[in-house]
């Protein structure tokens, strides 16, 4: 466990906690909300990370969008960084769906008017730098990704775009 006055993070990916005199005392008038993220003056931020030897922390995802495929953990962030790299590709979304075996499915909404084979591409391109439990199940084409005011994408919004 690294744990100074003001950060602690478990060994490997864990969510990131964080206490110190600007960090909030809790939710107004909500004690449930507060005893799900404050632990003994601790904030859970949500936030998944890591940490490198050298004291740096590596943020791979929000807790809430975790993936879990088969027991394994799939982060958004690390699928969607991938399909990203692709030229055609603007932006992407990935999102789990129930599987009846495996627990969830990984699959992506891709931005943009892709065809078959474009779709194909970005399967080999998973395929190339994804382990095969990381990897989308489906990719689906989509005009524009849903997104808030600040012109964050709304995942809840993906998954009906993407058969959920």
Known sequence: MCSSDLLRLAPGTDEIEVRGPNVFEGYWQRPDATAECLHDGWFATGDVGSLSADGYVRIVGRRKELIISGG???????????????????????VGLPHPEWGEQVVAAVEGPGTDADAEALLELAR???????????????PALPRNALGKVVKADVLPLVGG
Do not use: C, G, T, W
């Open 72 to 94: 394994y953990n799939v982060y958004p962030r690390e699928v969607e960084d991938v399909l990203r790299s692709h030229p055609a590709v603007a932006d992407a979304a990935v």
């Open 128 to 142: 190339a730098q994804l382990a095969p439990y990381k990897r989308p199940k489906r990719i689906v084409f989509v």
